[in-house]
C-alpha cells in the first residue's frame, strides 16, 4: 500500500482467499484492505496515538439518514456526553479532494452538527471548525487533541 502523509503504524494484516484484510481496532474484526480502507485505518490510529482519543468515543461506519437515503460516515468521533464532535471522510490516495467532497461532509454534518470535519484522501488533510451558532466556519492547520 502507499506511503500517506501520517505516521507509520504496526497494521495487522492477512491474506484470506487472495484478499488483503486489515484488523480495525474498532470494529475488532478484519475488513477487506483497499485504499480507502487504508487512509481510514491510519486515521484511526493517529486519533488514539498522536490525539489522544478514547477508542470507545470512535464509531466506524456510523449510519444515518439524509433525505431518505441510507449514508455513512467513514469515522465519526464522539464528546463525553455522546454527541458527534469529528466527522472525518476518507478518500482512497488516487482521489482528489474536490468540491463535492466537501459537500459531502456538510450535507452529513447538517443532520449531526458536529465541530469539526476532516476531509482525507491520506496525502491531503483539510481541516474545519464549525460555528453553528453563527453559521460559519473555519479552516484550521490540525484539530485539538483529546
Request: charged share 25%; net charge positive; with cysteine.
Amino acid at each position: 500500500m502507499q506511503k500517506l502523509n501520517l505516521p507509520s503504524y504496526s497494521f495487522r494484516i492477512k491474506n484470506k482467499e487472495n484478499k488483503y484484510l486489515i484488523f480495525d481496532i474498532i470494529r475488532k474484526k478484519y475488513v477487506i484492505l483497499n485504499p480507502e480502507e487504508w487512509v481510514r485505518q491510519h486515521w484511526i490510529h493517529y486519533l488514539i496515538d498522536e490525539k489522544k482519543y478514547p477508542s470507545s468515543l470512535i464509531g466506524i461506519e456510523k449510519q444515518l439518514i439524509i433525505n431518505n437515503l441510507q449514508k455513512r460516515t467513514d469515522i465519526l468521533v464522539f464528546d463525553n456526553k455522546g454527541k458527534p464532535n469529528i466527522i472525518i471522510e476518507c478518500k482512497a490516495p488516487n482521489i482528489k479532494i474536490t468540491q463535492n467532497t466537501f459537500d459531502q461532509i456538510a450535507r452529513y454534518n447538517l443532520k449531526l452538527e458536529a465541530k469539526y470535519l476532516i476531509v482525507t484522501n491520506g496525502l491531503q488533510h483539510f481541516y474545519c471548525k464549525m460555528n453553528h451558532d453563527e453559521m460559519k466556519y473555519e479552516f484550521l492547520k490540525d484539530i485539538p487533541n483529546y
